[in-house]
T-cell receptor, first 113, second 113 residues
Framework: DQQVKQNSPSLSVQEGRISILNCDYT??????FLWYKKYPAEGPTFLIS?????DKNEDGRFTVFLNKSAKHLSLHIVPSQPGDSAVYFC????????????FGAGTTVTVRA | DAGVTQSPTHLIKTRGQQVTLRCSPK?????VSWYQQALGQGPQFIFQ???????QRGNFPDRFSGHQFPNYSSELNVNALWLGDSALYLC????????????FGPGTRLTVT
């Protein structure tokens, strides 16, 4: 039962442009959401998170938007850089201290020079 | 700081065999979680250990068991291996405060033939 879905397996974007990654969830109990970035042969690394009490969180070039009514979140990367080429995972939990994360299948981002 | 380390890096086993995977947490961390990442999917939460006890468990059969030692390192054991157990097994450690503080190791690639 896939409770977190990333429907775009891949995204190609030109350097300097915006990357938009989307994620949908079905479990109404989720109230904490995270984005992870993964390079080959490395474990996922935490990128940015958002609590359900917010609709936007920004950290440098990365912004996450949450639409609770639509059960949808997105990650914006502006501007995209070659080092951003990686697999991005959306994850959700029932609280910021709940480690039982549910992950999406990931979106592979390729930034073209 | 060595970060989260896992051993072995790769492992090949035969159906029906048993396997033990090992994880050393990042220095200062006392909580360890294990995830299974099948090819083309996101990580799936197996269980979490804190103070040598299993604190949370995902939807995995009893063939999957674990242990945490007094030095906070952890083992994941899988009995009666199936072909479907072939996956990347990720270990993540934290100080137990917030899930975004989790650090992932590079994983152990298990192939069951």
């Amino acid at each position: 039962d896939q409770q977190v879905k990333q429907n775009s397996p891949s995204l190609s974007v030109q350097e300097g442009r915006i990357s938009i990654l989307n994620c949908d969830y079905t479990n109404s109990m989720f109230d904490y959401f995270l984005w992870y970035k993964k390079y080959p042969a490395e474990g996922p690394t935490f990128l940015i998170s958002i609590s359900s009490i917010k609709d936007k969180n920004e950290d440098g070039r990365f912004t996450v938007f949450l639409n609770k009514s639509a059960k949808h979140l997105s990650l914006h990367i502006v501007p995209s850089q070659p080092g951003d080429s990686a697999v991005y995972f959306c994850a959700a939990s029932e609280g910021f201290n709940d480690y039982k994360l549910s992950f999406g299948a990931g979106t592979t981002v390729t930034v073209r020079a | 700081d060595a970060g989260v380390t896992q051993s072995p890096t790769h492992l090949i086993k035969t159906r029906g065999q048993q396997v033990t995977l090992r994880c050393s947490p990042k220095s200062g961390h006392d909580t360890v979680s294990w995830y299974q990442q099948a090819l083309g999917q996101g990580p799936q939460f197996i269980f979490q250990y804190y103070e040598e006890e299993e604190r949370q468990r995902g939807n995995f059969p009893d063939r999957f068991s674990g242990h945490q030692f007094p030095n906070y390192s952890s083992e994941l054991n899988v009995n009666a291996l199936w072909l479907g157990d072939s996956a990347l097994y990720l270990c993540a450690s934290s100080s137990g405060l917030a899930v975004y503080e989790q650090y992932f190791g590079p994983g152990t690639r298990l192939t069951v033939t």
